[in-house]
């Protein structure tokens, strides 16, 4: 079993849908949590950071922790078609050795068509 | 502010040679991972450099090795290619004592093994 198990999709949603990511994980040991955003043949750009449960909310984007139930989920309100890549869930523990050591998901294909 | 740079952005390797990839981490950051992504995968951890020394590493190979120089830059070396080491290499740094430790990643370089 993966550590983060996350739907590859693909996902194909209207110009303007709200769109729910989600990935859950199995080590109880992460701590932080993080989203990323990756165009095409480019490298991983960070969009959301979070390291306790609850939401938290930047512009279109609401990145959501449930550290008991180990699941976390990224919004995308009035999702735009500049929105379609692919979204990677990332995570990591608190610390040791550990610093910077980031597990993914296997990411989710995201279209969003005029 | 620069970011995280790699170089080459593409390069193509015969089956058996061996290659080196290089990184400057961002500014201010003294942390640097590599990571290997695979078509359709999330990135996998590779080892990671801080104080100049390798301080974790990841489910890999010995033929994978690395560098971090006094300046923070890194290298990744590959020898022996195989056909399944195509993929995007990313680097990605950070800030070992910083509150959070957030984690910037390079447009990465494709390596494709022929």
């Known amino acids: 079993q993966k550590e983060v198990e996350q739907d590859p999709g693909p996902l194909s949603v209207p110009e303007g849908a709200i769109v729910s990511l989600n990935c859950t994980y199995s080590n109880s040991a992460f701590q932080y949590f993080m989203w990323y955003r990756q165009y095409s043949r480019k490298g991983p750009e960070l969009l959301m950071y979070?390291?306790?449960?609850g939401n938290k909310e930047d512009g279109r984007f609401t990145a959501q922790v449930d550290k008991s139930s180990k699941y976390i989920s990224l919004f995308i309100r009035d999702s735009q078609p500049s929105d379609s890549a692919t979204y990677l869930c990332?995570?990591?523990?608190?610390?040791?050795?550990?610093?910077?050591?980031?597990?993914f998901g296997q990411g989710t294909i995201l279209t969003v068509h005029p | 502010d620069a970011g995280v740079t790699q170089s080459p952005t593409h390069l193509i390797k015969t089956r058996g040679q061996q290659v080196t990839l290089r990184c400057s981490p961002k500014s201010g950051h003294d942390t640097v991972s590599w990571y290997q992504q695979a078509l359709g995968q999330g990135p996998q951890f590779i080892f990671q450099?801080?104080?100049?020394?390798?301080?974790q590493r990841g489910n890999f190979p010995d033929r994978f090795s690395g560098h971090q120089f006094p300046n923070y830059s890194s290298e990744l070396n590959v020898n022996a290619l195989l056909l399944g080491d195509s993929a995007l290499y990313l680097c990605?740094?950070?800030?070992?004592?910083?509150?959070?430790?957030?984690?910037?990643f390079g447009e990465g370089s494709w390596l494709t093994v022929v």
């Open positions: 990332a995570m990591k523990d608190a610390g040791g050795t550990s610093y910077g050591k980031l597990t």
């Open positions: 990605a740094s950070s800030q070992t004592r910083a509150a959070g430790n957030t984690i910037y």
């Open positions: 450099y801080y104080e100049e020394e390798e301080r």
């Open positions: 979070t390291y306790s449960s």
